[in-house]
Every structure is written in C-alpha cells, then in structure tokens.
C-alpha cells in the first residue's frame, strides 16, 4: 500500500508540474492537428526561438504536418535560423534542411513585397519576443501585418510568452519623429504585452496603415504575473547577446545605456547587459553611490574585467554588476538614467552629453523613442523629472492596451 500511495503522489506532482507548463501557441495548434492552416498555402516567419516544448522547431513542425503546405519561411533580424549578428544584412536564400526560400525581412527589405508574397495565402508569425520595443521582432510583426492586408492575406500569431510578464509597463511613448524600426510603434519601452495581444492592438486601434483579417492562437496556463522560469518552458537564445532568461530582464536595464558606447553594458564579455564599466570607473565609487540610491529590487556590486569584444576590447575595466533581488519591485528601464546621472557627477569630464562625439545621439534617440531624455541631461535637469517625464505615459498605455489582454 505504501508503494502505491507513493506512485500515485509522485505521478500526482508530475500531472500537477504538467499542467502549469505553459502551451505556447504552436503547441495548441499541434493539439488541434494544424486545423487552422489547412488547405492553405502557408508563409512562417520564425527564427531558433518557434520551437515546440520538445523544441522541435516549428518549421519542421510545419514542413512535415500531412495537413499543412509550407511553401516560404521568412526571416527577421539574425535570420530564421539565427546566424547573423545585430545589425547584420541578411539575404535571400534557400533553407538548407526544406528547399524552401527564405526572404529576407532586415535587409533593404523589412517588410513583406508582394513579390515575397506571391501564391501566399497566409502568414503565421511564431517569434519569441522579450517584451522590449527595441527589440525589431516586433517591428517585424506590425511591418508584415500590413503586408498581409494589403495583399490580402490571413496572418496567424502563434503567442508566446513575455518574458518580463505582463504588469510591467515603463518608458514614454514613442513621438512621431523618432519612429523608426527599433521603435516603430507609439508604444512604451516596455509594454506588458504579449505578441498576440500587441497584435491585436496594432490591428484594432489603428496602428498600421491597413487592418489585417488576424487570427491569435491563444496560450494555454500562461498568467500576466508570470516571468519566463514560472511558465516551465526553456529559454531558447532570441539573438546573440540575449543567451539567457536572466538576459532579458536587462537588456531594458542597460539597452539604451549601450547605445552611447562610451561605457561597456557586458556586451562583448559574459554578462551582456548585467554591467556599467568603463576603464576610468572606480568599482567601489560607483557601487557605493548606485546603492546609496536604495533602488527597489536592485544591489550594484563591485566588478573588474577586459572584455573580449565591442567596447573597450582588451582593457582593463571596472563597474558594478547589476543584481534583480525583487524583480517585482524592480523599475527595469530607470536604472540607466540613474547610472548616467552618477557618472556624469563622479566623473564629470565624462559626461556624454556634454563632452562627446554625437554621432551616437541619433541612435540613443530613436531608442528613448524621444529626445527629451538627452536634452534634459544636458540642460542637466534633476533625474527625478527627467525619471516622471520618462514614466509619464504609463496609466494611459495601461488603459488602451488592457483591452486587449487575451490573458489575467
């Protein structure tokens, strides 16, 4: 008896395990036998992330259901299957392991021709995302759903979960003159949203130029307080720099910060976007006045290192390690002004905005999706306005995009 007591809980923990994984939506879509693709002549855009929980890639997945006809793939930034670096062209070509054409969508091209279209009847969407508006994959979404409804095709999301969850909303929106393809949508720095929900407010609130007939392939036990190691799922390399879960929560932490290169973030050593270094920064100094600041959910901790790569390869450098000790009281994207407003009173001879070149002013710009951030810095306004100004959209995002939550 006390054998079989034994087997029933430990089959009783594995079901209950089981049945708090997350389903993304190509794992629903299997469940339902590829119902929805069928009869259709089908383009997938994809990359190494659209795998399913075997992680099997959805290409296959698709290429090889009886029911389905694969006839294009299509690749966003890095390539479907992930092997150019940020920022790098990316070609047409054909896939090795199908024969089928791959089109590139970031390169002269980055959004769907009706030439690339051609015999298409629709196009399924299954990237992960990190919940970050710099992050192009989603640009790639709202670009090709466009291009969908102007050539009359049915585009499917197949949603994933974000990663940073769905309660966390910061940055200001974007302003008009700062679209651009790392922030292509009037929306925050982080926006709370899953690919599906975001795709549905692009569609349904006059986002893009033409509203597409789309379909969302819905998740099964993914919750908005959920971050990515409570959905069960493993964490698949979404672009170089992003090789681990913990990488997403800070690439918002530091992203922006990068896009100066007048201090490392960790890209090009072995913590991409976990530090602020620089080879005339005093470890300890830093450290000491990051946690004077007593930031919820965040200790700053001495580092030395050299990176092997990108900025300051090779030199000696030191900063502070950033560490999430309460991710729910963390406010991610707040943490690079507060760095800079350090460095710019502890080092002022190295205050960016005021003793720099400015050929990394565009760029640090159309990343902030504005330029207030920068101009306040050099009008040297207090960071705690220029914190309320960057934060100031945040209910009223709250309010539009709630409308489309697919998800409690």
């Known amino acids: 008896m006390k054998k079989i007591a034994f087997f029933i809980l430990a089959f009783s923990c594995i079901f209950s395990l089981s049945a708090k994984r997350v389903m993304t939506g190509i794992e629903v879509l299997k469940e339902q036998n590829f119902k929805l693709l069928e009869g259709k002549r089908v383009g997938l855009i994809t990359n190494p992330t659209g795998v399913d929980v075997n992680l099997k890639s959805t290409i296959d997945l698709l290429n090889e259901a009886p029911n389905v006809k694969l006839v294009a793939l299509y690749g966003p930034e890095h390539g479907v299957r992930g092997n150019v670096y940020a920022g790098g062209t990316i070609s047409n070509e054909i896939d090795e392991k199908t024969g089928l054409p791959v089109y590139s969508l970031y390169g002269k091209t980055r959004k769907p021709t009706p030439e690339m279209l051609k015999g298409i009847d629709m196009l399924v969407y299954d990237i992960q995302d990190v919940g970050c508006r710099s992050y192009t994959y989603i640009s790639t979404l709202g670009l090709a759903m466009e291009a969908a409804a102007e050539n009359n095709i049915e585009f499917v999301v197949l949603d994933r979960p974000n990663p940073l969850g769905g309660e966390k909303i910061e940055g200001v929106i974007t302003e008009d003159p700062f679209i651009s393809f790392v922030s292509q949508f009037k929306i925050p720095y982080i926006y709370g949203q899953t690919c599906g929900e975001l795709a549905l407010m692009l569609n349904e609130e006059n986002f893009l130029k033409k509203k597409c007939k789309l379909t969302v392939v819905k998740m099964k036990n993914w919750k908005r307080s959920m971050k ?160 309320n100004f960057w934060n100031k959209d945040k209910e009223q995002y709250y309010q539009l995009s709630k409308k489309y939550y697919l998800y409690k």
């Open 228 to 387: 990515w190691e409570d959905t069960g799922l493993e964490w698949i390399i979404s672009s170089p720099h992003i090789p681990y879960k913990e990488s997403s929560y800070f690439y918002p932490v530091t992203g922006i910060l990068g896009e100066l290169y007048y201090l490392s973030t960790g890209v090009g050593y072995t913590l991409p976007f976990q530090i602020v270094a620089a080879p005339w920064i005093k470890a300890d100094e830093l450290a000491t006045a990051m946690n004077q600041l007593h930031l919820p959910g965040f200790i700053f901790r001495p580092i030395y290192l050299t990176p092997f790569y990108s900025t300051f390869q090779g030199e000696n450098c030191q900063g502070v390690q950033i560490h999430i000790t309460d991710y729910k009281k963390a406010t991610l994207s707040d943490v690079q002004f507060y760095v800079i407003d350090k460095i710019n009173k502890l080092y002022p001879d190295k205050n960016i905005f005021l003793h720099a070149d400015s050929t990394r002013f565009s760029m640090f710009d159309k990343v902030c999706g504005t330029n207030q951030v920068r101009l306040k810095f050099q009008e040297n306004i207090s960071i705690e306005d220029i914190l």
